[in-house]
């Protein structure tokens, strides 16, 4: 019986050990990301954190960076919020706003699209 309880236990650790590894590397990518994807787009990504509200052109590749980011599945919204300075409703929001424009506007799709490209995960 012994036996058994040592094993789960070393099992345990494995899976502890692979989720604190798989944790560290998503984190690098979700930076690595962030980074490619606001050079892309061509804005200062401090701009969209330290900002309560943006508009025009800037809100615009904000949401679509929060959307390129959603779309990946590498963080929560809750996540994504602490890293925008933005509740995690906001994000839902933010989200379901540019799936509109997309469904709406082939150039937004297009612009998703050609960013998304840029990344394999």
């Known amino acids: 019986m012994e036996l058994g309880i040592v094993s789960l236990n070393s099992i345990l650790h494995s899976l502890d050990m692979f989720f604190q590894c798989t944790c560290i590397h998503m984190s690098a990518n979700v ?5 490619k994807s606001a050079k892309i787009v061509q804005i200062d990504i401090d701009k969209c954190v330290q900002a309560k509200r943006l508009h025009g052109i800037d809100k615009h590749k904000r949401d679509l960076i929060v959307y390129l980011l959603w779309n990946k599945g590498l963080m929560t919204n809750e996540k994504l919020g602490q890293l925008f300075n933005m509740s995690y409703s906001a994000i839902s929001h933010c989200v379901k706003r540019f799936k509109e424009k997309m469904n709406k ?7 998703f699209e050609k960013l ?6």
């Open 31 to 35: 930076e690595d990301l962030l980074k």
């Open 105 to 111: 506007d082939k150039k937004v799709k297009n612009q």
């Open 116 to 121: 998304n490209s840029q990344f394999k995960l």
